[in-house]
């Protein structure tokens, strides 16, 4: 009885850069679509060596087993073959489990067989040769669930063997240059068209030409079928047994014409001795000659070819990356995976690079910056720069997330530099900097020694602001927000203010002007009538401090930073208009999250919250032409008169004077924009009024005013 003939089964060898490649087309591009994708392996020849035993003089042989690499090589060298493939990768694990993977394989399996029966496998036998992949991509801990298939069609009955393997060299004969030359073409032809199957007809001089398989039918007029032999090559190592592209090979064969049933196979080997002399081929050659009885073709399809364990088994595997990755790569993939998540579903549209990519100046490391900072590390920013010259305090590692009590130790750490520091260890791909920086204040006096570090503290704060996309004013007093909204408005920067009070807070974006002249929304300032003013000096311990409800902090920095993001992914950026009046049914804004407001207002009590509009004043004591163009006009010497909230002539504002205008005072700022003139002008008006008391007090009199 013959002997059935059979297979090396492939294994699978998957590189950490498929799996890399997997996740990051499941987050970026897949998402929530299942629809399989091409991917691509390769195998090669298969090769047995000859190493070291654990004994001095001793040597034993390894057989490589047949492998399909997958994510390593593309198959442009050393003989590789290409094989295509098809990725099923899932959205559950339980998906993975219930996916019908024998309907997976017959239908692969039966795409192999009408190729052959077409012909098209014939004139691309790339055809014959394909694998699948059913996935499930954990990517919150970088672990997939996998399992290959390759797809063979099987025999029934099975093909079985009339001539046992023997080697190449007892083929051709002891002829070594006639088996280097033959070694040397199916080498040659490999590495020419990828696809690792041919023919080999022996010629009437006794060499061997290599031909396509298309040209089967033309080979077997001129010649005898002893005399051909179908090639492939073979990734098994083992000494008798081909490897699994084979099989279909076979069924290749047997819808052939046919003179006979028998066929000589060679199991290609060799692609690496391409080069060598014939005696180094000869010593070194491990391709072998099957003799095949190829049993008929029949309309049944049956397909194998699952995967199976180191067991026996066929079953799926584990590929756990997350021990070999760098965990602050990992890092930086979980954190792209949170917001990557938000366009599978539920925001499509969301720009997270637009948004990851702002710099971002953070004027205050307080307990808001705090906040704030917290919030822009988890939309993805990863460059922002902390500016703040007070040190930590024992009061504040309980308010403020990036503080602890080592902090506040031997007199308290600079706060800039320690939530730099906090960052990183939080996140170390961020780049957080530190600036300690008193930042300049109106009505604040500069003493003449004070002078040079004022200025020089000016000019660093203009320089951060010109060099970061978005300001952050998250300070405690009205003053210390006056210099950065200013240069924010003179750079055209997006500035976010929050403020807080003890059960409220406002977080609004200042309007950035599209040319001189013209209208926008109004700035922090832009609702004042009067001039920022010194409100820390002469104040009991209670007003010192920021005395809030503990939760609002939190509340008001995230309202801002999410007030931000709509900025961001607006079209028109920071040049986006508020919502449309309430009731305004017919105004649509095409941004992500809507028209970002101006203001949001929040009061704890009663748990409210109001967006709210307010234009851009033109006697703005921040953001006004006037105070810019004084700016550019006069640099510092303008900061310093309004540091030092010096009393000028009202027709010429930036001219002092030595005797103080008659009573009340105003301040340069306000003579500056015009506000001191409507308050005197405010002032004759209620002078003018004549206030009527007549009747006021008698009996049934109803103080001029009609029931209603």
């Given at each position: 009885m013959s002997e059935i003939l059979r297979f090396e089964p492939f294994s699978s060898a998957v590189e950490p850069e498929f799996w890399a490649s997997v996740a990051h087309h499941k987050l970026h591009t897949a998402r929530l679509d299942t629809a399989p994708r091409d991917v691509q392996g390769s195998f090669g020849c298969g090769r047995r060596h000859t190493v070291r035993s654990g004994r001095e003089s001793g040597q034993k042989t390894v057989a490589v087993p047949a492998r399909l690499r997958v994510g390593a090589s593309d198959g442009s060298s050393n003989g590789d073959v290409v094989v295509s493939g098809r990725l099923h990768n899932t959205n559950t694990v339980e998906d993975f489990k219930r996916l019908d993977k024998g309907a997976l394989l017959r239908e692969a399996g039966a795409a192999v067989l009408e190729a052959i029966r077409s012909g098209k496998a014939s004139e691309n036998p790339s055809l014959l040769w394909t694998f699948v992949v059913v996935s499930f991509a954990d990517l919150k801990k970088y672990r997939f669930w996998h399992w290959f298939g390759f797809p063979?069609?099987?025999?029934?009955?099975?093909?079985?063997?009339?001539?046992?393997?023997?080697?190449?060299?007892?083929?051709?004969?002891?002829?070594?240059?006639?088996?280097?030359?033959?070694?040397?073409?199916?080498?040659?032809?490999?590495?020419?068209?990828?696809?690792?199957?041919?023919?080999?007809?022996?010629?009437?001089?006794?060499?061997?030409?290599?031909?396509?398989?298309?040209?089967?039918?033309?080979?077997?007029?001129?010649?005898s079928s002893d005399n051909v032999l179908v090639g492939f090559v073979d990734p098994s190592s083992h000494a008798s047994r081909p490897g699994w592209p084979l099989r279909n090979l076979l069924v290749w064969v047997r819808h052939q014409r046919l003179a006979t049933r028998r066929v000589r196979v060679l199991c290609f080997r060799d692609s690496g001795l391409l080069g060598m002399s014939g005696a180094e081929v000869r010593q070194r050659a491990q391709s072998v000659v099957v003799g095949v009885d190829v049993a008929p073709a029949t309309e049944a399809l049956l397909v194998s070819g699952w995967e199976r364990d180191a067991g026996g088994r066929a079953a799926p595997r584990v590929a756990d990356l997350s021990a070999s990755m760098d965990a602050e790569r990992l890092a930086a993939a979980a954190l792209d995976l949170n917001l990557q998540l938000m366009r599978w579903r539920l925001a499509p549209g969301v720009d997270v690079a637009r948004m990851a990519a702002q710099r971002v100046l953070l004027v205050g490391?307080?307990?808001?910056?705090?906040?704030?900072?917290?919030?822009?590390?988890?939309?993805?920013?990863?460059?922002?720069?902390f500016v703040d010259n007070g040190r930590v305090s024992f009061s504040n590692p309980a308010r403020q997330p990036l503080y602890d009590f080592a902090d506040s130790l031997d007199g308290g750490r600079p706060k800039a530099e320690a939530a730099a520091d906090a960052m990183r260890r939080i996140f170390p791909g961020v780049d957080a900097r530190a600036v300690s920086l008193q930042v300049p204040m109106p009505a604040h006096a500069v003493s003449p020694g004070e002078v040079a570090a004022t200025k020089a503290a000016a000019a660093e704060l203009d320089a951060l602001v010109a060099a970061h996309d978005v300001v952050f004013l998250l300070t405690d007093s009205r003053e210390s927000r006056w210099l950065p909204a200013m240069l924010g408005a003179l750079h055209r920067k997006v500035v976010v203010c929050v403020a807080l009070g003890f059960d409220s807070y406002v977080a609004m974006r200042h309007g950035i002007r599209a040319h001189s002249g013209s209208t926008n929304l109004g700035c922090y300032f832009c609702n004042d009538v009067v001039a920022p003013a010194d409100s820390l000096s002469d104040r009991s311990l209670d007003q010192q401090c920021t005395v809030t409800r503990p939760g609002l902090a939190p509340i008001a920095a995230g309202t801002a930073v999410e007030l931000l993001a709509s900025v961001v992914q607006h079209p028109l950026g920071g040049l986006a208009p508020p919502p449309p009046p309430a009731g305004d049914g017919d105004a649509v804004d095409p941004a992500v999250f809507g028209a970002p407001p101006h203001q949001i207002r929040g009061y704890l009590a009663g748990f409210r919250q109001h967006a709210i509009v307010g234009q851009a004043y033109d006697r703005c004591t921040a953001c006004s032409d006037v105070i810019l163009d004084a700016y550019r006009q006069h640099g510092f010497d303008f900061l310093l008169r309004v540091f030092n909230n010096a009393l000028v002539h009202e027709d010429a504002p930036h001219t002092p004077i030595s005797q103080p205008p008659p009573a009340p005072d105003y301040s340069y700022l306000e003579t500056l924009t015009g506000l001191a003139a409507l308050h005197r002008q405010t002032d004759d008006i209620m002078a003018d009024i004549e206030w009527s008391e007549d009747g006021g007090d008698e009996e049934g009199s109803d103080g001029g005013f009609e029931h209603l």
């Open positions: 063979a069609v099987m025999a029934d009955p099975a093909d079985t063997v009339w001539s046992a393997a023997q080697g190449i060299g007892n083929v051709v004969g002891s002829n070594d240059s006639e088996l280097e030359a033959l070694v040397g073409r199916c080498a040659r032809f490999v590495a020419e068209t990828k696809h690792g199957a041919f023919l080999l007809a022996k010629q009437c001089n006794g060499n061997w030409k290599v031909h396509a398989l298309s040209e089967w039918d033309a080979l077997l007029t001129s010649d490391a307080g307990t808001l910056g705090a906040y704030a900072a917290r919030a822009l590390l988890a939309w993805g920013v990863r460059h922002m720069t």
